[in-house]
């Protein structure tokens, strides 16, 4: 069997949510959760984290498996390298404007965040999947 007439049934289940976006990508499916507040696109999205659900047919049904959108992963590192910046610089050779704990706690703030919408994002995917195979 064709693993997109696997996913067609999946996809149109899930579809059926209005608080989801789903599209596939060769033999996956990519799970967004639409986000009333959270815009797409401009400064806000760099500062709102993103997560996706991948459902890909397996061995044993289906795997599901969340991960950050790559905007996030790219605003990450960045705030890694910040973190990295502020730990190895002397601040007394090299005089900031702002104070020590800003990267800190917008590293922190934003990773929590990220956080926060993975656990969202599979658990909402995860009940939608749990309803059809029990349907």
Same mark, same amino acid.
């Given at each position: ?8 049934p999946?996809k ?8 989801l ?8 499916? @990519?799970? !967004? ?14 500062v709102i984290p993103?997560?996706?659900?991948i459902v !890909?047919?397996?061995m ?22 910040g ?9 007394v ?14 590293s922190i ?5 990220? @956080?926060?919408?993975m656990i969202?994002?599979?658990r909402?995917v995860?009940?939608?999947?749990t ?5």
């Amino acid at each position: 069997m064709n693993s997109w007439n696997e996913l067609e049934p999946i996809k149109q289940t899930l579809v059926a949510s209005p608080k989801l976006d789903v599209e596939i990508k060769g033999q996956r499916l @990519i799970v !967004t959760r639409r986000r009333l507040l959270a815009p797409r696109h401009g400064f806000f999205r760099l500062v709102i984290p993103h997560a996706r659900a991948i459902v !890909t047919p397996g061995m044993k049904g289906l795997a599901l498996s969340v991960q950050p959108d790559p905007m996030a992963i790219f605003v990450v590192l960045i705030l890694l390298g910040g973190v990295a910046g502020e730990l190895f610089t002397d601040r007394v050779k090299y005089p900031r404007d702002y104070p020590p704990e800003a990267i800190y706690g917008f590293s922190i703030f934003y990773i929590g965040l990220l @956080i926060v919408e993975m656990i969202r994002t599979r658990r909402q995917v995860r009940a939608i999947l749990t309803s059809y195979f029990a349907g």
